[in-house]
């Protein structure tokens, strides 16, 4: 393919460079790129703005960029690690491809927040540092995802990958139960557990309150760092 016939990319926002906040990664300094849409639909989503058109204007929430003017612009930032989400950034992952590939070649690791409905290419799974894949539990996703948020195939092949980093966020104790049946089903590992939570203090709490069980799991456990220090500010 030509750089000439690759699509642009659906942009939600830019930024950086600042730490990601969730999973292994978490306090490494990182440039954030951000997809627009999503094909599920979660009622307590922190980034409405890439897929609810009953909220937003996805069209003045989003602009079309070459990922080759994207790639330029973390090039052009010295922070060795490249988030990319969303949304959900695999509904992309054509487009996304030849971005991934520019950055590791430039020695950038990039990693990819995705919701494990969509299964990676062999070519973007060779070419990512990690997937953080975050399946979503009955009680995040919507009534009417209830049967898209698990996709077996995907998932396996996420496993497959070996760059697979299993990330669920969760509310209470009683949402483990369900984390510990698919770590059963799909031999899920490693997992990281997140509290939900869009303050520091919901953040903390429920981190607290979930903290010994993941331990006694033998999972391991996130914040939400960009929360804990700047709340749901936008672009953090
Ligand atoms: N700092 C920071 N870290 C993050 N890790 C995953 C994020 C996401 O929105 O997917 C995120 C985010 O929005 N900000
Ligand atoms: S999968 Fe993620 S981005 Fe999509 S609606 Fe759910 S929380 Fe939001
Ligand atoms: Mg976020």
Redesign the pocket.
């Known amino acids: 393919m030509t750089a000439a016939t690759v699509q642009p990319l659906l942009v939600a926002e830019t930024f950086g460079p600042?730490?990601?906040?969730?999973g292994p990664s978490c306090g490494q300094q990182a440039l954030?790129v951000r997809l627009s849409r999503c094909n599920l639909s979660c009622p307590a989503c922190d980034?409405p703005y890439t897929w609810d058109t009953t909220r937003f204007d996805l069209r003045a929430e989003s602009t079309r960029r070459r990922a080759d003017d994207v790639a330029s612009w973390v090039l052009s930032n010295s922070a060795r690690l490249v988030?990319v989400?969303g949304g959900e950034p695999l509904l992309q992952q054509e487009q996304l491809l030849p971005m991934v590939t520019r950055l590791a070649e430039h020695g950038r690791k990039v990693e990819v927040?995705t919701n494990g409905t969509i299964a990676p290419s062999p070519a973007l799974a060779e070419a990512v540092s990690a997937f953080n894949v975050s399946v979503k539990l009955a009680g995040f996703a919507a009534d009417r995802d209830r049967n898209r948020r698990i996709n077996p195939s995907a998932i396996n092949a996420l496993a497959a990958s070996g760059k697979a980093v299993w990330k669920f966020v969760v509310s209470t104790v009683d949402d483990l139960g369900e984390i510990a049946e698919l770590q059963h089903i799909y031999g899920l590992d490693p997992i990281w557990v997140m509290p939900e939570g869009t303050t520091s203090r919901v953040v903390i709490d429920r981190a607290r309150r979930i903290a010994d069980e993941v331990i006694t799991l033998g999972w391991n456990l996130t914040p939400r760092l960009?929360v804990l220090l700047w709340g749901d500010q936008r672009g953090?």
């Open positions: 600042t730490v990601q906040g969730e954030f980034t988030v989400t927040e960009h953090r």
